[in-house]
């Protein structure tokens, strides 16, 4: 049944929501081998944080819940489309 | 993790032993495109930021003390031993597979080195040749074949993957620059 739930376009729109609430900055280079953000040392911890959690989240969402052998069949039910919004939060 | 970069460590708890087999069918046999899609570029993109992050040496020929690069060979490893057989087997879902290695050639001059230690752009080719590979000597490898399209998205990433593998391409310096039938060695 909890499954069920979090099969539904509405606990994916909760997601995104989530997502467009953490405001990330951009990304100047598109290189690449600049892997990491030059500013990462000062963002706030407090803001770390939450950058942290949020892909925390993300990344249970997509190694423990939808990529569950149990879940392939529910997962193809639906349309996750919208995980394709995770690759922006890399 | 660009952003926060030592976030990309949670993904090491992701790729410990008895997981390994899990996440690389989640890269590759997946019958979900987005999930198969998300997971390659998650699982790259932390290996990349750790790699860099640490300064991390990929050489699979030296002993590893450190169990991060532990942790990312064995998966590295396990996931280039797809090739062929899976990858045959699979080829309609292997876009994603093949957008991993791409983008990880990409990244960086020890994820390079670490190609070409294994041999990649020689499995490649072997691979998009199939049975027409000089590779392929014994009847048994038959069974190793598909229908590559050669206009797929999937041949796409595997001849960006060999381009920027050739691209970055260095000879190595010295004595170790030379195989024993004196050709020049690159890494």
Redesign the interface.
């Known amino acids: 049944m909890l499954r069920r739930h979090i099969f539904s376009k509405e606990f994916f729109s909760f997601l995104l929501s989530i997502c467009e609430i953490i405001k990330?900055?951009e990304?100047a280079s598109k290189d690449?081998?600049t892997?990491?953000?030059s500013g990462?040392l000062n963002?706030p911890p407090k803001t770390?944080k939450s950058?942290?959690l949020l892909?925390?989240l993300l990344?249970e969402l997509?190694?423990s819940v939808?990529?569950c052998q149990e879940c392939?069949e529910l997962?193809?039910d639906v349309n996750?489309?919208d995980?394709?919004h995770?690759?922006s939060?890399? | 993790m660009s952003i926060v970069p030592y976030s990309a460590l949670d993904f090491l708890e992701k790729i410990q032993p008895k997981q390994l087999i899990f996440m690389k069918d989640l890269i590759l046999v997946n019958s979900n495109t987005a999930l198969r899609k998300g997971s390659s570029q998650v699982a790259v993109h932390a290996i990349n930021v750790i790699i860099s992050l640490y300064n991390l040496d990929l050489d699979s020929k030296k002993i590893q003390s450190d169990q991060n690069v532990n942790s990312i060979l064995q998966f590295l490893d396990l996931l280039l031993g797809s090739i062929p057989s899976e990858t045959t087997r699979l080829w309609l879902s292997s876009e994603e597979y093949f957008e991993f290695w791409r983008d990880f050639a990409a990244a960086g001059t020890s994820q390079v080195r670490y190609l070409y230690q294994k041999h990649m752009i020689a499995i490649l080719i072997d691979f998009l040749l199939q049975n027409n590979s000089p590779l392929r000597t014994k009847p048994s490898n038959i069974a190793l074949a598909t229908t590559i399209e050669w206009d797929s998205q999937g041949v796409k990433n595997i001849m960006q993957t060999i381009a920027t593998l050739i691209e970055k391409s260095k000879p190595i310096s010295g004595e170790a620059g030379l195989s024993s039938d004196g050709t020049e060695v690159f890494y």
């Open positions: 990330t900055p990304l690449p081998t892997i990491i953000y990462h963002i770390q950058y942290q892909i925390k990344m997509m190694y939808l990529g392939e997962a193809n996750i489309n995980l394709q995770l690759h939060f890399n």
